[in-house]
């Protein structure tokens, strides 16, 4: 299928890979083609008990001795189909596609993140090159579910100097900084009580939502804490009792839509007027029904607990909270209310928080302890990951633009982003270690959308050969 496609043993190995079940969770079938390589090639490789692998390749012999370079990327992917599809994420190879200019998958996500940075590590090690540095190929695992492979991994043996995460996918963008984050999870305690009357069903739909890292600063509306404000304001002048809240299901995504149950009647078409005005040059999209389920019979939340609730998920921390003191632009501290659920006794959900420094971090962390405390409510933390301070000097990363500025004619940019990568984890199990982010253009990551840019990953393999050259040259000037 990419046989035409240069560099051709990129995209030999990417086809390969793409043919192997990746998802995130169920990467043992990539992990034991990636040993298998290894062994092939008479390369030194490690596996641990989450399918993490680390093969090193030595230094070619002038250059045997130079500060090792570690490549690394994630071998897991996110699996989402059409719902006409029929593709099984666990057994069948990805139906690849392409016109020669761009690369996807039939009716699923490609996988391109980070399926293109393992093929292009492959090529490398299996390659024949002239000079090289010592290297340190890092094949980690269910990145995207919470970086958990790297968080596991153990570093203990690497020795590496700089370090190159190709899991960056804007053409001519080097990331060099990222925040770090956790995961709270929130429960609020309720009581209930029988109720009849008029059933309503409230839904507020068609808000921007999108990445709460990458997207945040876009200030848009979050949709739990707009019907948490929408049933308190209504609250003011009715008499109706709450029986459920629903919306959000992902850590990382600003709810777009949420909704509600109640029973009895309130001015809910107004209330969400009021918020309308507010968000409209925001929100142009935003959407609220009511619709009405006839007469029933329920048990509802107390006053007291929906005043709990209400309370809460009105004044959790949300949104950007500040603004990065050095970078101009950059959210140096978020929150995203990244979901609502409702069960008998307890409304619960998780909120997602990111910051530059653990020190805000656990601020924010606090504050919401606090809040869930005057509701009864009580709050865990998990998943946290450390941010990747971003270094004004780096030698790598001189290096790195000096040589796409000599190969194409063009400064990158480098960036810092508000979302988590790898390098912060892998860089507080090797201190020191200098970071850079890169990597070919990808659009549609994470969707049935995704293409991969065929010439853009020629450019990018191009230019990391290079940069390897150069550091390996560096060491004898």
Excluded at 84 to 104: C, G, K, M, V, Y
Excluded at 110 to 121: C, P
Excluded at 159 to 171: F, G, K, P, T
Aim: contains cysteine; aromatic residues 6%.
């Amino acid at each position: 299928m990419l046989e035409n496609l240069h560099p051709r043993d990129v995209f030999a190995y990417f086809e390969k890979i793409s043919a192997i079940p990746r998802g995130s969770g169920n990467c043992g079938q990539i992990a034991d083609y990636i040993v298998s390589l290894a062994q092939e090639e008479g390369l030194c490789w490690e596996r641990d008990n989450w399918d993490n692998i680390i093969i090193k390749k030595p230094g070619t012999s002038s250059w045997k001795d130079a500060p090792a370079v570690m490549l690394q990327g994630h071998l897991d992917m996110v699996c989402e189909k059409t719902p006409q599809s029929a593709h099984d994420f666990l057994r069948d190879p990805l139906p690849l596609q392409t016109n020669e200019r761009e690369i996807w998958s039939a009716e699923t996500t490609l996988g391109a993140d980070d399926g293109i940075a393992v093929a292009m590590m492959l090529a490398i090690l299996a390659g024949d090159f002239a000079e090289h540095p010592p290297l340190e190929c890092v094949f980690t695992t269910d990145e995207e579910i919470g970086l958990i492979g790297a968080q596991q991994l153990d570093l203990s043996r690497c020795r590496a100097a700089y370090l190159i995460n190709l899991d960056c996918d804007e053409d001519g963008v080097f990331i060099a900084g990222c925040c770090g984050g956790v995961r709270v999870r929130y429960a609020v305690p309720v009581r209930r009580v029988h109720k009849e009357g008029i059933g309503f069903r409230l839904t507020i739909d068609g808000l921007m939502g999108g990445h709460s890292g990458a997207e945040i600063h876009k200030n848009g509306a979050n949709g739990v804490q707009l019907m948490a404000r929408l049933l308190q304001t209504a609250a003011q002048n009715s008499s109706f009792s709450i029986i459920s809240i629903q919306g959000g299901d992902k850590d990382n995504v600003i709810p777009a839509r949420c909704t509600a149950q109640v029973i009895g009647e309130g001015d809910f078409a107004g209330a969400y007027t009021c918020l309308r005005q507010e968000y409209q040059d925001r929100e142009p999209d935003m959407q609220f029904a009511c619709e009405q389920l006839g007469m029933q019979a329920a048990e509802a939340l107390t006053d007291a607990s929906s005043r709990d609730v209400l309370a809460f998920l009105t004044k959790a921390p949300c949104g950007v909270l500040t603004m990065h003191p050095d970078i101009v632009g950059l959210v140096g501290t978020s929150a995203n209310l990244a979901s609502v659920d409702t069960e008998t006794d307890q409304i619960c959900g998780t909120i997602s928080v990111r910051s530059e420094t653990t020190e805000e971090r656990d601020s924010v962390c606090e504050q919401i302890r606090e809040l869930l405390a005057a509701a009864r409510g009580t709050e865990t933390r998990d998943g946290a990951y450390p941010g990747w301070a971003y270094s004004r000097r780096s030698h790598l990363r001189q290096i790195m633009t000096e040589t796409w500025q000599d190969l194409f004619g063009a400064a990158p940019k480098v960036d810092v982003i508000h979302a988590g990568l790898e390098c912060g984890v892998l860089q507080s199990k090797l201190p020191g270690l200098d970071c850079i982010s890169f990597g070919p253009k990808i659009t549609g990551i994470h969707t049935v959308s995704e293409r991969l840019d065929a010439e853009s990953v020629g450019r990018n393999y191009r230019f990391l050969l290079e940069v390897l050259k150069r550091l390996g040259r560096n060491f004898h000037a």
